[in-house]
């Protein structure tokens, strides 16, 4: 089983939807990310967290929420979603070195 | 400002050639440096973490070097299946997560 899963994998709505991408993992690691990946822009951090009461903003969180609903679970909302939202959306978790990705979200905003 | 910088951004190689992939840092106080692979339209498969100047590490056909201004990836006698966009990220000292470069897409045809 993959250490780090992603729902959905792909998921197209329209512009002013709210949007939930679900995270867990199985390693037991304490640290949670979330990351979007434009072309031309590389990875960019949009929240994080280091344990269960802590969560934090990253480069861009504007226009994005999160939950740590437990140790294993992290969740981007989209609260209303708009089309420059359009990305991959990726969840890594950490120990307090190296980062781990998941496979990735594909989220179409139209 | 910290910053990373990948070059080239695409590189074309044919099976056998070997060649480098570069990426520049500046940083204050590097706390480690990574190289990941990336799949199109998967999650980044960590790779290698180089700490300190001097430092290498090796797998399979890849080797990874580090000096102070910044790192290498090397591709001995590559093979297709190695077609993917490298990239490199560095943990700054004062805050801890992760800057990504934009990546270098590799080529290699048989």
Same mark, same amino acid.
């Given at each position: 089983?993959?250490?780090?899963?992603?729902?959905?994998?792909?998921?197209?709505?329209?512009?002013?939807?709210?949007?939930?991408?679900?995270?867990?993992?199985?390693?037991?690691?304490?640290?949670?990310?979330?990351?979007?990946?434009?072309?031309?822009?590389?990875?960019?951090?949009?929240?994080?967290?280091?344990?269960?009461?802590?969560?934090?903003?990253?480069?861009?969180?504007?226009?994005?929420?999160?939950?740590?609903?437990?140790?294993?679970?992290?969740?981007?909302?989209?609260?209303?979603?708009?089309?420059?939202?359009?990305?991959?959306?990726?969840?890594?978790?950490?120990?307090?070195?190296?980062?781990?990705?998941?496979?990735?979200?594909?989220?179409?905003?139209? | 400002?910290?910053?990373?910088?990948?070059?080239?951004? $695409?590189?074309?190689?044919? %099976?056998? /050639?070997?060649?480098?992939?570069?990426?520049?840092?500046?940083? *204050?106080? @590097?706390?480690?440096?990574?190289?990941?692979?990336?799949?199109?339209?998967?999650?980044?498969?960590?790779?290698?973490?180089?700490?300190? $100047?001097?430092?290498?590490? %090796?797998? /399979?056909?890849?080797?990874?070097?580090?000096?102070?201004?910044? *790192?290498? @990836?090397?591709?001995?006698?590559?093979?297709?299946?190695?077609?993917?966009?490298?990239?490199?990220?560095?943990?700054?000292?004062?805050?801890?997560?992760?800057?990504?470069?934009?990546?270098?897409?590799?080529?290699?045809?048989?």
């Amino acid at each position: 089983d993959a250490d780090v899963t992603q729902t959905p994998r792909n998921r197209i709505t329209k512009t002013g939807k709210r949007i939930m991408l679900e995270c867990s993992q199985t390693k037991g690691h304490d640290r949670m990310y979330w990351y979007r990946q434009d072309p031309g822009l590389g990875l960019r951090l949009i929240y994080y967290s280091f344990d269960v009461k802590d969560i934090n903003k990253g480069e861009i969180s504007d226009g994005y929420s999160v939950s740590r609903q437990a140790q294993a679970k992290f969740s981007l909302s989209l609260e209303s979603a708009i089309p420059n939202q359009t990305a991959l959306y990726f969840c890594a978790i950490s120990d307090l070195d190296t980062q781990y990705f998941g496979p990735g979200t594909r989220l179409t905003v139209l | 400002e910290d910053q990373v910088t990948q070059s080239p951004e $695409a590189l074309r190689l044919q %099976e056998g /050639e070997s060649s480098s992939l570069n990426c520049s840092y500046t940083v *204050s106080g @590097l706390r480690g440096l990574f190289w990941y692979r990336q799949d199109p339209g998967k999650g980044p498969e960590f790779l290698f973490t180089l700490y300190s $100047a001097g430092e290498e590490k %090796e797998k /399979e056909r890849l080797k990874a070097t580090l000096t102070k201004k910044e *790192s290498f @990836l090397h591709i001995t006698a590559p093979k297709p299946e190695d077609s993917a966009t490298y990239l490199c990220a560095v943990r700054p000292g004062r805050q801890g997560n992760l800057i990504f470069g934009k990546g270098t897409k590799l080529s290699v045809k048989p």
